[in-house]
Every structure is written in C-alpha cells, then in structure tokens.
C-alpha cells in the first residue's frame, strides 16, 4: 500500500484481490463502488455507506465496506469526520 493525502496506506492490486468477490472474480466481472467513510478523531473507521456500486448485487458494496474497515486513514481534524472516495475493482 502506498501512501495518500487521505490514507496512511492506500490499498494496492493484492489487497483488493483478498476482497475481491468470488462470484464476480469467477464470472470476470469487474466493479466500482462509491463509498463513504465515518472516522473517530484516532483514524479508525466508525461506520461506512455504500453511495453507489456497480454492477448491483455481485457483492462489491460488501467488499468495499470489509476493504475500509482494515484501511489506515489519515484525519488530522481531531473529531469525527466523513471520507468519501471510489474503489475499483479489476482483474
């Protein structure tokens, strides 16, 4: 993982293939989700809420969602705050 303005460590190709949908990954489909973050004044992510994800029901909302919760954040607000960001899945 690398860093970022808003991540301690952005997620690289190997991180997002341990999410990776199985169904999906099998069938060769590929998937974007848009999704948003809660985090507490240490970084670590209260809540998250999938704005949109494509293609519906194949299971990358939930990925994303597992996806953010292992992801280091940076929040120099020192209060609770919101993060919205994309995550592409490809093969």
């Known amino acids: 993982m690398e860093r970022d303005g808003r991540f301690s460590r952005k997620p690289g190709l ?3 293939m341990k999410y990776y949908p199985p169904d999906a990954e099998r069938q ?5 989700v848009d999704i948003q973050v809660t ?3 240490q ?9 949109e994800e494509h293609p519906a029901n194949m299971g990358f909302g939930a990925a994303a969602s597992a996806l953010a919760n292992v992801m280091e954040f ?5 209060h609770a705050a919101q993060l919205a960001f994309k995550v592409k899945f490809a093969l």
Not at 28 to 32: L, S
Not at 43 to 51: A, K, M, N
Not at 74 to 78: K, V
Request: hydrophobic content about 30%.
């Open 14 to 16: 190997p991180d997002l």
């Open 28 to 32: 060769g489909i590929e998937g974007m």
């Open 39 to 41: 985090l507490d004044a």
């Open 43 to 51: 970084s670590h992510v209260t809540d998250t809420l999938i704005r």
């Open 74 to 78: 940076d929040n120099p607000t020192g």
